[in-house]
């Protein structure tokens, strides 16, 4: 359980100001809402998709040992037989018959043993009340064709690995790949969770960037031996973590105890990101040594090989995987957590709201602000705003003082403020205003883009 961290607790504000300035919605929200289910307005769809971006530049297109997939949400049935989900992917479930609420079994607030007298509903206060353990399924299931009968049940992913696994030898083969390898993908999965919370940090449907990488058990050296490959990608994962711009200190490793492994599973661990308040350190991706689990399975279930042939050594064998794992959304949410700063500024009464992004993954690269909205400012402004534009998100805005214009941008991460003064008209210059050392510079305006571009850096 994580303890109190040292990090304030900013998720309610957090929710307010996505809501507010367009980054995240309630799903629903005009007919009361759906439970744990959010919506990603303007600025929210850029920033997930500028996260997306990065972790598909950094393991798919810059590497060569990796290929990218998008495989269905919807797969055979016996999948999820294969894998374990439909027999063992259950969380022990309690409800209070008072008020109707379900809690996980080990939720830390229950006060007594569920099913005993003694045992306490967190929420409603009831003693008694609150029903033994019950394993419930966290899948969500459906029906595939016009039938609604058992032998119509299909389910939605709760995780993307599989639809890598089942492709295994489709992917190495068509690409003529060599073990090792990996295969990556980035889509939605779905988890009918009991307890979600904390805005986007645990839904019922959410994207999930997964990566697994097939590695020969028996490799000597020099090539990497499975434990190897499990390091590297530990250290690797990490860093992508700190790219992102999250600090330092709140990242951490949890290594999984024997106890905390799956039966399957060599080794495992998490990389934590402390989210403030009492949440603290919490996963937000998984690093798993598999072994060869998944692949053995789905040879059994399915009846087919799922074998490597090593043809230098005209040797066949079932790899192993070293999965990572991550939510998109909940890196999201670490992302904005560890963006977000109330400041003072020196020499004004206001304090400021920042949201200090990394410029790669801000929603909006710069805002373009007339100073006034007349001597050909505008005129221009609209000009310098259209040059970016071809190459950078940016925001127009000629509504209010030039100080408040800067704020609503600060609030929503915009790293560089570009103002049209009445120099500007004589002599070509516009000032650019850094987010957060709040200097200005003045630049010419057609050496913008390039000024832009190079601290911006790439966006993947
Ligand atoms: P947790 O214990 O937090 O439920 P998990 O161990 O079940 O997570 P994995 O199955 O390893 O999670 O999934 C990998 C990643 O997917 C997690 O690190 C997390 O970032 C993300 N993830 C899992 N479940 C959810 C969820 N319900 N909502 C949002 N993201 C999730």
Redesign the pocket.
């Known amino acids: 359980m994580a303890s109190v961290s040292a990090h304030p607790d900013v998720m309610e504000k957090l929710v307010s100001l996505c809501k507010r300035r367009g980054f995240i919605f309630q799903s629903s929200e005009i007919y009361g809402g759906t439970g744990s289910v959010w919506d990603y307005g303007p600025l929210g769809v850029e920033l997930k998709k500028n996260l997306k971006d990065r972790w598909w530049h950094a393991m798919v297109r810059a590497r060569d040992d990796i290929e990218g997939l998008d495989a269905a949400i919807l797969m055979h049935p016996r999948v999820w037989e294969a894998s374990g989900h439909v027999a063992g992917f259950t969380d022990p479930l309690v409800e209070c018959r008072n008020c109707k609420r379900r809690f996980r079994a080990d939720d830390p607030s229950i006060k007594g043993t569920p099913g005993m007298p003694d045992a306490q509903c967190p929420v409603c206060g009831a003693k008694g009340t609150l029903s033994e353990p019950r394993l419930f399924n966290l899948m969500f299931k459906t029906f595939m064709g016009p039938v609604e009968e058992s032998a119509a049940v299909v389910y939605l992913r709760p995780?993307t690995a599989q639809g890598i696994y089942v492709n295994f030898l489709n992917v190495q083969q068509s690409m003529r790949q060599k073990v090792p390898f990996g295969i990556a993908q980035i889509g939605k999965?779905f988890?009918n969770?009991i307890t979600?919370g904390n805005f986007?940090?645990?839904?019922?449907e959410?994207e999930?960037m997964e990566m697994q990488f097939f590695v020969d058990p028996e490799a000597k050296p020099p090539e990497r031996s499975d434990m190897e490959w499990f390091e590297y990608w530990m250290a690797q994962r990490m860093q992508w973590h700190q790219g992102l711009g999250l600090a330092p200190e709140r990242l951490q490793f949890h290594r999984h105890t024997k106890d905390e492994l799956a039966h399957y599973a060599r080794a495992a661990f998490?990389v934590e990101f402390d989210f403030g308040g009492s949440l603290g350190f919490?996963?937000?991706?998984?690093v798993?040594h598999r072994g060869d689990f998944d692949l053995s399975q789905h040879q059994k279930f399915s009846n087919k090989k799922l074998e490597y042939f090593d043809q230098p050594n005209n040797r066949r064998f079932v790899p192993y995987v070293i999965e990572t794992?991550?939510?998109a959304?909940?890196?999201t949410l670490a992302v904005l957590v560890n963006a977000y700063r109330e400041e003072e500024v020196p020499g004004e009464s206001e304090g400021r709201t920042v949201l200090g992004l990394s410029p790669a993954l801000a929603p909006i690269k710069a805002g373009v602000f007339p100073l006034v909205k007349k001597d050909g400012m505008p005129e221009m402004a609209h000009r310098v705003a259209d040059d970016l534009r071809r190459v950078f998100p940016i925001f127009y805005d000629d509504g209010g003082a030039i100080g408040r214009r800067y704020r609503r941008q600060d609030e929503v991460g915009t790293p560089f403020g570009i103002t049209i003064d009445g120099q500007s008209t004589q002599d070509g210059t516009v000032t650019v205003r850094d987010r957060d050392t709040l200097q200005q510079v003045r630049v010419s305006a057609d050496q913008l883009r390039a000024y832009l571009g190079e601290r911006i850096g790439p966006s993947a």
């Open positions: 995780e999965a988890r969770e979600p986007i940090f645990r839904t019922r959410f999930q998490d919490q996963e937000i991706e998984g798993h794992s991550a939510g959304d909940r890196t």
